[in-house]
């Protein structure tokens, strides 16, 4: 099956507009530290592993999903990668973004908010909950998307600057996820991690078995973070079968397909953060 390619693709250049609204943003090097585990040292020697890389998709992390509220700065407070989540955190995203109704999916929020432990032991469905994922949950942040990184940005201050420049609004040449997207589609965010809850069209799967090729799965992300995991890549938005929404991946758009492409290639997009 052919998609068309993006301009970027054909011509190994990026789309471009004259309208853009970028907003200077500041990696929330408290949170980053928390939710990793680890000191300044550690960061600063991996410094690639924490950093946010030119062309990242970022989000705010403003907002506290757990008990634990989250520092404020006077820049929007956002992260790129949130590697040293544990994976019962990963099952926990997971149950939370595939709840089809707002009210299963505010209900469960809730939980997380008033008792995170409780709500941990039920998404794990009777298996031990570990002490490193619960204090996790309980500083979890509620992610929103902000938008594109237009510079690198230093997970620390030791190793550099953590404050830089993100495209809210305006057209721009990203790389696509794990799915083909094509002219038109609403764009969402996901994390790598939950590519196999949809089949190979972006759509949800109902099985519990990944609908993705073991292709895409071992593929790497062109030209993103390389160190990193855990990380947000945009998808199509697309309805389920009987044109029902999912509720979790409908407030996760944040964007339109302007030029399509498969998998990993180069896509060309329009922003609409700074308007939802």
Known sequence: ???????????????????????????????????????????????????????????????????????????????????????????????????????????LKAKIQENPQTALQEILAGKASDETALKQLKMLPYFRAQGYALGRAEGCQRTGDTVFSVLIGGQMTVNNGHFPMRPGQMVQWYFDFEAEQFKEDGSRSIDKESKASSMLRKRAHEETNAESTCVAMPKPYVLNEDGTEVYGDKIRIFAKCIMGGPAFHKVDIMLMTQSL
Not at 58 to 76: C, D, F, K, M, Q
Request: net charge positive; hydrophobic share 35%.
């Open 1 to 107: 099956m052919s998609y068309p390619v993006s301009l970027g693709s054909v011509t190994h250049t990026r789309v471009d507009s004259a309208a853009k609204h970028i907003r200077q943003c500041k990696v929330n090097e408290r949170l980053m530290l928390n939710l990793n585990g680890i000191t300044h040292d550690v960061m600063h020697r991996n410094k690639n592993k924490y950093a946010t890389m030119k062309d990242d998709l970022v989000l705010n992390v403003n907002e506290s999903l757990g008990p634990i509220s989250t520092a404020t700065e006077a820049y929007p407070s956002v992260l790129s990668n949130f590697t040293g989540l544990h994976p019962q955190i990963y099952q926990v995203i997971t149950e939370w973004y595939k709840k089809k109704t707002p009210l299963d999916f505010h209900e």
